[in-house]
T-cell receptor, first 113, second 117 residues
Framework: AQSVTQLDSHVSVSEGTPVLLRCNYS??????LFWYVQHPNKGLQLLLK??????LVKGINGFEAEFKKSETSFHLTKPSAHMSDAAEYFC???????????FGTGTKLQVIP | GAVVSQHPSWVICKSGTSVKIECRSL??????MFWYRQFPKQSLMLMAT?????????EQGVEKDKFLINHASLTLSTLTVTSAHPEDSSFYIC?????????????FGPGTRLTVT
């Protein structure tokens, strides 16, 4: 069994300030973890993924996430928010023989000019 | 690379009719394809997983006779919403995965917005 919890449904930051989107997971397997971004009325784009290699993962557009097994967390960060970062972000866990995927409920990021 | 397309991007149909949505992997072979449903301002809900050449595996609560999934080739999967009703109106998203290797991410299509009147 597996699950993922995104702790904040909405996050609001000022442009140029750091971004932190929180994600906790549970899994009976050694999970793979992903962050996806969805802009309004668009499909999903992969930001980054963790697959049991380096625990600090760097993704596109300056985002990174750190896998912390002891805390069962995979928080997404960015040093400086840009207006174009405003979107919905989904944390995803994948595991098991068929790599079943479970989505978090999403965090809507608002960037204030 | 790794592009997934969906057709149509939006469709309006009358209650009681059936609608077919296509999902294609354009530049890779997709061993597994997934179908998701997304309600407004909500997360994606996995409906079913399909492996090429075999029957789809439906998630609990998803009616397999209502949501028919066919994965006839390594590049095409179809979702048919049969006898559609207004409550079936939603954003349907497919994804495709190149293989069973651990950590292989899914590539998502742009989605199909279905409105049933």
């Amino acid at each position: 069994a597996q699950s993922v919890t995104q702790l904040d449904s909405h996050v609001s930051v000022s442009e140029g300030t750091p971004v932190l989107l929180r994600c906790n997971y549970s899994s009976s397997y050694s999970p793979s973890l992903f962050w996806y971004v969805q802009h309004p009325n668009k499909g999903l784009q992969l930001l980054l993924k963790y697959t049991s290699a380096a625990t600090l993962v760097k993704g596109i557009n300056g985002f990174e996430a750190e896998f912390k097994k002891s805390e069962t967390s995979f928080h997404l960060t960015k040093p400086s928010a840009h207006m174009s970062d405003a979107a919905e972000y989904f944390c995803v866990v994948s595991g098991g023989g068929y790599q079943k995927v479970t989505f978090g409920t999403g965090t809507k990021l608002q960037v204030i000019p | 690379g790794a592009v997934v397309s969906q057709h149509p991007s939006w469709v309006i149909c009358k209650s009681g009719t059936s609608v077919k949505i296509e999902c294609r992997s354009l530049d890779f072979q997709a061993t597994t394809m997934f179908w998701y449903r997304q309600f407004p301002k909500q997360s994606l809900m996995l409906m079913a997983t399909s492996n090429e050449g075999s029957k789809a595996t439906y998630e609990q609560g998803v009616e397999k006779d209502k949501f028919l999934i066919n994965h006839a080739s390594l590049t095409l999967s179809t979702l048919t919403v049969t006898s559609a009703h207004p409550e079936d109106s939603s954003f349907y998203i497919c994804s495709a995965r190149p293989g069973l290797a651990i950590g292989r991410e899914q590539y998502f299509g742009p989605g199909t917005r279905l409105t049933v009147t």
